[in-house]
């Protein structure tokens, strides 16, 4: 995790109006939206023209001429651009750097990344006060404010430079004081050294719990069988990771509150989060999304795509149609049940990195949907080994009877259309090999034995 430091995000003007902006627009018209877009996007399409590398050559190439952008063309003229590839990016950060980048206080972020090569990204002024007022934002719908206490739960080795490493008996943990936060490595946690964790909790009583789903599920079920139920999160937000159904009904057993997702990238380009109604809303003064098929274009309501972001508040570090290798799934001008007038995505399906192929070149993803309502599993990991079949690694309650698996598998094999067929095979346990994101679906067959992305 990146420490949170608040030089990089203490700019009180600038976080007041951006404060106030986003409550108003939480009830604008569509025409406000795009008009508030326009005018980000257009400032920021001319000076990635003038001031930025790789924008500058491919403006050129493609014959994309500054004089003639003007607010009511300005759309167009970014979808006219190629989707931008992580590994572009990847390649050669440097060219993506403005010119005049420093007048934006950037800060360089590296990344580990997913396939572990790692990737810099540059945070600016703006875009900092725009990810702040956005967690703001969704904390404020999860009934949270920022100056309580919460509590982050990972699997993330402790080094040496971690700043404000602290032991309470065999417990070892995190406590920044001045944003009153604690973290824990779910890693070191087990049943011996869990009093001294228990004790931490009593004392710092969290109200929000944030972290990836498969660290939650492992707290909440040690806390459950030592029957150290005194603590509870008032409100649960995963990140980083998919949070699946079987690991939603797990936490929520033990901790009953609202359990509201959100979505973010490094790249600072994107923000979606859960309000209490359910509904997913696009943070639309953070960037222009859009839902893409394979060529670019715009996918239909209900229809799975390609996350494709434009953060209109980075200008050190301009990215401009990043392709995120997420998969979601528009929706149409569907209305929530909050009365928030944010538009909404119907679903975050997954990375690319939780695919699986078949021998035809079809890609599948969002294989947890088949877990849906499937009583008594504790654990899941899917694992390709080649492209007839997959191996269903389960860790199961006695719930989990004959009947369960059935309508499991037959789940896994609708969902894949019958391409492939499904082994299970029960664990005791399910660990994960490198700490940090837990993989639910670990394909060895890689994307290019398909001849697709
Ligand atoms: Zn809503």
Same mark, same amino acid.
């Given at each position: 995790?990146?420490?949170? !430091?608040?030089a +990089?995000? @203490?700019?009180?003007k600038?976080?007041?109006? *951006?404060?106030?902006? &986003? ?21 920021l ?15 050129? !190439? ?21 989707? #931008?590839? =992580? ?8 060219? $993506? &750097?403005?010119r005049?980048?420093?007048?934006? %206080?950037? !800060? ?15 945070w600016?002024?703006?875009s900092?006060? &725009? ?11 999860a ?6 206490s919460f ?14 490493l602290?032991t ?14 604690l973290?824990f ?10 009093? +001294? ?19 939650m599920?492992k707290?909440? #079920? #040690? ?5 150290? *139920? ?5 409100v649960v ?31 600072h380009?994107? @923000? $979606? ?9 696009? $943070? ?9 098929? +394979? ?6 309501p ?23 290798r997420? %998969? ?30 078949t ?7 969002? &294989? ?47 969902k ?5 067929? @499904? ?10 090999e490198?700490?940090g =994101? ?11 034995d398909?001849? =697709?992305?």
């Open positions: 995790m990146i420490e949170f !430091k608040i +990089d995000f @203490f700019y009180l600038d976080l007041a109006r *951006t404060y106030w902006l &986003m409550r108003r627009a939480e009830h604008w018209t569509a025409e406000q939206f795009h008009s508030y877009q326009a005018d980000h996007l257009l400032p399409l001319l000076h990635c023209s003038q001031q930025v590398p790789y924008y500058i050559d491919l403006f050129k !190439k493609i014959g994309l001429s500054p004089e003639r952008l003007n607010r009511e063309n300005v759309f167009d003229q970014l979808r006219r651009l190629p989707l #931008l590839d =992580k590994e572009v990016l990847r390649a050669a950060p440097d060219r $993506f &750097m403005a005049n980048g420093q007048a934006y %206080r950037p !800060k360089a972020i590296t990344t580990s990344g997913t396939t572990g090569t790692p990737l810099t990204v540059f600016d002024r703006g900092n006060v &725009m990810e702040l007022c956005s967690m703001q934002r969704f904390w404020r719908w009934g949270f404010r920022i100056g309580q509590l982050d739960l990972r699997s993330r080795v402790f080094t040496d430079q971690d700043r404000h602290t309470h008996g065999r417990a070892r943990y995190i406590r920044n004081w001045k944003i009153n936060s973290e490595n779910s890693d070191l946690i087990d049943k011996e050294n869990l009093p +001294d964790y228990y004790q931490v909790l009593l004392r710092y009583r969290p109200r929000l719990l944030r972290g990836h789903p498969q660290a599920q707290l909440a #079920l #040690l806390l459950q069988e030592s029957g150290l *139920t005194e603590w509870k999160p008032r937000t995963p990140t980083s990771e998919a949070l699946y159904d079987f690991q939603k009904a797990e936490i929520s057993r033990v901790w009953p509150a609202p359990i509201l997702d959100h979505y973010g990238l490094k790249e380009n994107a @923000f $979606f989060a859960q309000c209490p109604s359910g509904g997913y809303h696009i $943070f639309p003064e953070y960037g222009i999304t859009e839902i893409v098929n +394979d060529d670019g274009v715009a996918v239909q209900g229809e799975e795509g390609w996350i494709v972001a434009t953060g209109l508040h980075n200008f050190a570090q301009p990215l401009l149609r990043y392709n995120t997420d %998969r979601g799934v528009a929706a149409g001008d569907e209305r929530c049940g909050c009365g928030r007038t944010l538009p909404l995505i119907r679903s975050v399906i997954g990375r690319i990195d939780d695919c699986i192929y021998e035809n070149g079809a890609r599948y993803s969002g &294989m947890h949907f088949a877990f849906f309502g499937r009583r008594g599993i504790q654990k899941a990991r899917l694992i390709q080994e080649n492209l007839n079949s997959v191996q269903v690694e389960l860790v199961t309650t006695p719930e989990f009877d004959q009947q369960e698996a059935e309508q499991l598998r037959e789940a896994l094999l609708v894949v259309n019958r391409q492939l067929s @499904f082994t299970f095979v029960y664990r005791d346990d399910i660990r994960q490198t700490p =994101k837990f993989k639910f679906v670990v394909s060895r067959c890689r994307p290019q398909t001849g =697709k992305p």
